[in-house]
């Protein structure tokens, strides 16, 4: 199994996962030409892109969508009914031509076997996603108001890791921003702040957890350091300094991390 980032944070989303030669997206907020040259600086072919999954239909999840299935029509789409309905009625992607799934339940797309799981965010039934492939199971947790321990014990069955770290609270207070903005994103259906990440992570990791990538940063209401520094003071208390930690960027690709991880000698 191999991860990789193309682009994380408010102005675009896009995240892939694959098995040999095949990839799945989740979500698809980048422009087709920006994801392309992202998708070839990290070694994909968009072409071998099975599947596309979505969290929700925000845009910066799914503004890219309507031109990559123009030019990639081979990827299938994965939403739950709701997340469907309204990512067609945003894009203009005719609503049949998703691939409707269950929250809580299992489906395949090539190599890859997938369930969604509910995660609290103002929209819709969102999601977050567990894949499994070659014997490994990736998790992925975005947009996620509210730290719940039903997010946590999916967090336990990772080997590689995708969790929002979104903001320091400190800095949305004083932050120059209305505060009816302010109250959506610290609410319980807004985002996850770097503590509440690094609670999760406290809490359910996993011995197995080998590589966790901090996502959705907030750029002006958080830092890397800052989600750095929290996350890295929750896996020392768990004697972790052995997971890989990766802080996830909004205009640059990530880095491709593979399972298994090669041994030192």
Not at 70 to 99: K, S, Y
Request: with cysteine; charged share 20%.
């Amino acid at each position: 199994m191999k991860t990789v980032s193309l682009a994380s944070g408010s102005k675009g989303n896009a995240y892939l996962v694959g098995s040999g030669d095949d990839w799945l997206m989740i979500d698809c907020g980048l422009g087709c030409r920006t994801l392309v040259c992202r998708a070839a600086q990290v070694g994909v072919d968009p072409a071998r892109i099975r599947a596309v999954l979505f969290t929700h239909d925000h845009d910066d999840h799914v503004g890219g969508l309507a031109t990559f299935h123009r030019h990639f029509p081979q990827a299938e789409l994965f939403a739950n009914d709701m997340t469907a309905e309204a990512i067609a009625a945003a894009t203009g992607v005719a609503r049949a031509d998703f691939m409707i799934f269950t929250n809580g339940q299992s489906f395949t797309t090539g190599p890859f076997a997938v369930t969604a799981f509910s995660v609290p965010h103002d929209v819709p039934d969102p999601v977050g996603y567990l894949v499994t492939a070659d014997g490994f199971t990736y998790f992925h947790a975005t947009d996620c108001g509210t730290p719940l321990d039903s997010v946590g014990a999916r967090l336990g069955a990772a080997d590689a890791a995708t969790l929002e770290s979104n903001y320091d609270p400190v800095l949305v207070r004083g932050a120059n921003r209305p505060e009816h903005v302010k109250r959506r994103v610290l609410g319980p259906r807004g985002h996850l702040a770097n503590a509440d990440a690094a609670e999760l992570v406290r809490r359910f990791a996993s011995p197995k957890l080998k590589h966790l990538a901090l996502a959705h940063l907030s750029g002006q209401c958080n830092a890397p350091h800052l989600a750095e520094g929290a996350m890295r003071a929750a896996l020392a208390e768990l004697g972790r300094g052995d997971v890989d930690l990766e802080i996830l960027a909004q205009d640059a690709p990530g880095r491709v991390f593979s399972l298994p991880v090669a041994e030192s000698h």
